[in-house]
């Protein structure tokens, strides 16, 4: 794909962790050992924005991660994290490829912050 439609104007890195069993012998990830995995452009578009007050004071904010580079195909899994504007974001869903003419065309998944 010579030109992107999609205007990959930031730059991310995508952060994954290592699996380790915690005190009560579960399965979790361990994000201070996490280390970045790839480095590359993509379009972030913000949706929605929230405050609340119910326990403790929260915000959160959430954003579609969309990206058309062939470099970044496959590279984001649903376990990550993405720096991007040097905030933490979890991918929320599964990250979806789509095809056009039986090509890649670009990769889009659902990322959120949460801080509080």
């Not at 995508?14 to 480095?39: G, L, Q």
């Given at each position: ?13 995508v952060?994954r ?61 649903a ?38």
């Amino acid at each position: 794909m010579g030109t992107s439609i999609i205007r990959n104007s930031d730059v991310v890195t995508v952060y994954r962790a290592p699996v380790v069993i915690d005190e009560y012998n579960r399965e979790v990830r361990d994000w201070s050992n996490a280390v970045a995995v790839k480095t590359g452009r993509a379009s972030i578009q913000h949706y929605m924005a929230l405050e609340e007050d119910i326990d403790r004071q929260t915000e959160t904010e959430g954003a579609r991660l969309f990206t058309d580079t062939p470099d970044m195909k496959g590279q984001i899994e649903a376990v990550d994290r993405v720096l991007y504007d040097g905030r933490y974001w979890e991918v929320t869903s599964p990250p979806q490829e789509y095809r056009l003419f039986s090509r890649y065309h670009h990769t889009e998944m659902f990322v959120r912050l949460v801080e509080g």
